[in-house]
């Protein structure tokens, strides 16, 4: 009978979830409880706490967290099935309660809106609903109670209807996994129009490509990252449960705010017609501990920011223009704040269409995101770009600036050991160490190596592509048998060589040096 009961209340929340990704199909998907919740916890989450699901999960952190959200949710409908054995009312009506959690979630979303509710709403009806017609097949006494009906009780103390009840849950069964799999590809087809907009893009030859990749940037070692990182490699970080799946031919950008003389809308096909130019940047995420894996190099293609900040107007703060704040705004609401003097100093800011030779990955902010060469990610790099809105940093917080990460985020130098990998045992003898060391704009100009703590040598550097790529660079360790600890540091462009003084990565980027230790067979 607990069993039966627990089932029944297992049963109400799948029901509630089928239903729910029905019906967000005919809303939008980012509106299904689950997905809702999740992004509610990733914007109320912590950064303490994100950066480490960051790190400890890595890109499994959103499975993890559609996982626990799904466990808890099991754990819940168990717990009111087993209520409905005696307060069937209370127990269906707390069905609701989830409803109603899911439904602020989806509706309080950056993006949301009050539609964004309905999936959760109708979702919880027809689970309550569930719950009330199993539980009434497994209580008809708790029935009887609350009609007060002498010859219901009789029947409860002979027991539940088994067959019958056998017979409801299989339909319930059957009828939530008809609507969930229908939900579901319902939403996985409504990224169709996107798919067919990206696949329909050739991108124009560059009016301004990238200086062709030294020879000598590539050092081709085993195990070390290669210099440009291929599109399936480059890493992700963003709080998008669901990948937005815009259609460039409706995509429309905004420019527009403080100092704005010409307030500009531009289409995908507008700036496929502009001047595109081709660079080479490696881009890094704040996130990102010592040693760590978020950051890759890609090829971008993309129409350079600060002309079209200039065509609408937008003048530098230093020649008297009154922003200071440039805020990216993506489709589903996220923020991000550059400075407008850092992306009008001659760098290349992009607006960026292509990546590696193709238009962008979904997942990497198709149809335009923006680079800023130097910049965390966090504070430049915005994915699905709708929006550009000039104003000041005393006015405006964006996203993660109200999460306590800091308002100007340069990227600081930083150097990585590849390999060897930790707790490699190879052979006493020549042992190639390699890694990346990267200095966004400043350029790397020394990279060393110390063993033991002994004297610092200098690593052989990879020839330069530019100051906004990261540089590779290897050094020859005449390794001896034993337990070793390689570490590594990284003097830029501009002669300040790495700090020692490790830091976290909140609120504005990690530093100290990458160490590995490894046994010498
Ligand atoms: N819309 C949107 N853009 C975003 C983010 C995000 O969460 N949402 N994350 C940013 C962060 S923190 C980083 S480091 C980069 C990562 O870009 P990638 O996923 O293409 O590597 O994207 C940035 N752009
Ligand atoms: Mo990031």
């Known amino acids: 009978m607990a069993c039966a009961a627990a089932l029944s209340g297992l049963l109400a929340g799948f029901a509630s979830l089928a239903v729910a990704e029905l019906v967000s199909a ?56 087993l209520l409905a054995l005696r307060y069937r009312r209370a127990a269906s009506a707390g069905v609701l309660v989830f409803g109603v959690v899911g439904a602020v979630a989806a509706a309080g979303r950056p993006d949301g809106s009050a539609t964004d509710a309905i ?92 200086g062709a990749v030294p020879a000598g940037a590539d050092l081709k070692i085993d195990g070390l990252s290669p210099f440009t990182t291929p599109n399936s490699d480059f ?118 269409l292509g990546m590696n030779g193709e238009p962008l990955p979904f997942r990497n902010g198709f149809p335009v995101r923006m680079v800023v060469p130097g910049l965390y990610g966090y504070v430049s790099a915005c994915k699905w770009l709708t929006e550009l809105e000039l104003t000041t940093f005393d006015d405006y917080d964006v996203y993660w600036v109200k999460r306590n990460w800091a308002r100007e985020a340069p990227v600081k130098t930083q150097s990585r050991i590849d390999t060897p990998k930790p707790f490699a045992t190879p052979s006493p003898g020549t042992v190639r160490v390699a890694g990346v060391a990267w200095a966004q704009h400043r350029g790397v100009d020394r990279v060393e190596v110390r063993v033991d703590d002994g004297p610092w040598r200098a690593a052989e550097l990879a020839a330069e592509h530019s100051a906004d790529t990261w540089r590779q660079w290897v050094w020859d360790w005449p390794a001896t048998s034993g337990r070793h600890r390689l570490e590594v540091r990284a003097t830029d462009g501009k002669g300040r060589t790495q700090t020692a003084e490790r830091v976290g990565t909140i609120p504005d980027g990690a530093t100290g040096w990458h160490s590995v230790v490894v046994n010498v067979a």
């Open 235 to 352: 890493y992700r970080v963003d709080t998008a449960l669901v990948v937005p799946k815009v259609d460039a031919t409706t995509w429309k950008l905004r420019i527009h705010g403080r100092g704005v003389r010409r307030e500009l809308e531009l289409t995908y096909d507008d700036l496929l017609r502009r001047d595109l130019v081709e660079r080479d940047i490696t881009l890094t995420c704040v996130s990102n501990e010592v040693g760590g894996p978020y950051v890759g190099n890609a090829r971008w293609i993309g129409v350079p920011l600060a002309d079209l900040l200039r065509e609408a107007g937008v003048r530098a703060p230093s020649a008297g223009g009154p922003a200071d704040q440039l805020v990216a705004r993506s489709v589903e609401g996220m923020t991000f704040g550059s400075p407008v003097e850092t992306v009008l100093d001659g760098r290349d800011a992009l607006l960026a």
């Open 26 to 81: 005919a809303v939008r998907p980012e509106s299904g409880p689950v997905t809702a919740v999740g992004g509610a916890v990733i914007d109320r989450t912590p950064s303490g706490v994100k950066d480490w699901a960051v790190q400890t999960f890595g890109s499994a952190d959103k499975v993890v967290l559609l996982g626990g959200i799904l466990v808890l949710l099991a754990l819940f409908g168990i717990a009111l099935g």
């Open 119 to 210: 999936p959760s709403v109708v979702g919880a009806m027809a689970g309550a609903a569930v719950l009330y017609l199993l539980a009434g097949r497994l209580t008809a006494g708790s029935a009887a109670e609350e009609t007060g009906g002498p010859k219901d009780r009789q029947r409860t103390a002979a027991g539940f209807d088994r067959r019958g009840f056998v017979a409801a849950a299989a339909a319930t069964a059957a009828a939530s996994a008809g609507a969930g799999v229908l939900g579901r590809r319902l939403n996985a087809s409504s990224g169709a129009e996107a798919a067919a907009s990206r696949s329909g893009i050739v991108l124009p030859r560059p009016a301004s490509p990238a």
